[in-house]
């Protein structure tokens, strides 16, 4: 149910502003990566205005991504080393497989 209600109003109102922002923005706009001189062909793409928003969209998400991810590190380290300390530990409560005492070594008698 509230996948839903995320959908109907988050989604479909961004769905319906970027689908206008691309019909509205359709015309080529050049794009360069030399800043100083911008009549360079080699360095000049042009593309419709609403394509180099949605890869300027795209990139910005990667970069978030990866900066979240870098920055969660540790915690996720700390997760790792908090879980091998519950095995270790669940690993010595448990008895031993082999039918002995626990800690004495001496096989279990059955009377």
């Not at 609403?50 to 990139?59: C, G, Q, R, T």
Request: no cysteine.
């Amino acid at each position: 149910m509230l996948n839903r209600v995320v959908l109907v109003v988050v989604v479909v109102p961004v769905a319906v502003v970027l689908i206008a922002l691309a019909v509205a923005n359709r015309t080529p706009a050049a794009f360069t990566l030399d800043p100083f001189n911008p009549g360079n062909g080699a360095l000049t793409v042009e593309l419709p205005l609403f394509v180099l928003l949605f890869v300027s969209l795209a990139i910005g998400l990667v970069l978030g991504s990866v900066a979240t991810w870098l920055r969660q590190g540790r915690y996720r380290r700390e997760a790792r080393e908090k879980r091998r300390e519950v095995q270790n530990l669940l690993q010595q409560t448990r008895p031993p497989a082999g039918g002995e005492d626990a800690g004495t070594g001496v096989p279990a008698t059955r009377g």
